[in-house]
């Protein structure tokens, strides 16, 4: 059985194949608290799956819950500024 490959990976590779630019990185970075918050918020919601919550899971799901809401904002609020003209520059 004959395979049939690239020889050169350099004549098929693809832009998206070579990694994330500085821009990426730059995105990866302001998105960051989201991204832990969520996975915070989930971790807590993993931890009652099997069993009644208690008031602390309520409480621990809760302010997770207010943290992931903040750091929506907060991403919102960065993108918004982003298109927002400086004033007085």
Do not use: C, Y
């Given at each position: 059985?004959?395979?049939?490959?690239?020889?050169?990976?350099?004549?098929?590779?693809?832009?998206?194949?070579?990694?994330?630019?500085?821009?990426?990185?730059?995105?990866?970075?302001?998105?960051?608290?989201?991204i832990e918050a969520e996975a915070e918020l989930l971790?807590?919601?993993?931890?009652?799956?099997?069993?009644?919550?208690?008031?602390?899971?309520?409480?621990?799901?809760?302010?997770?819950?207010?943290?992931?809401?903040?750091?929506?904002?907060?991403?919102?609020?960065?993108?918004?500024?982003?298109?927002?003209?400086?004033?007085?520059?």
């Amino acid at each position: 059985m004959k395979t049939i490959v690239a020889l050169q990976a350099v004549v098929t590779a693809a832009d998206f194949d070579r990694g994330p630019t500085a821009a990426d990185w730059a995105a990866i970075k302001a998105e960051m608290p989201l991204i832990e918050a969520e996975a915070e918020l989930l971790d807590a919601q993993i931890m009652i799956l099997d069993r009644t919550p208690s008031e602390v899971d309520e409480q621990r799901i809760r302010r997770a819950r207010r943290r992931v809401l903040a750091a929506r904002r907060d991403l919102a609020n960065l993108s918004a500024a982003a298109f927002v003209p400086e004033v007085g520059a």
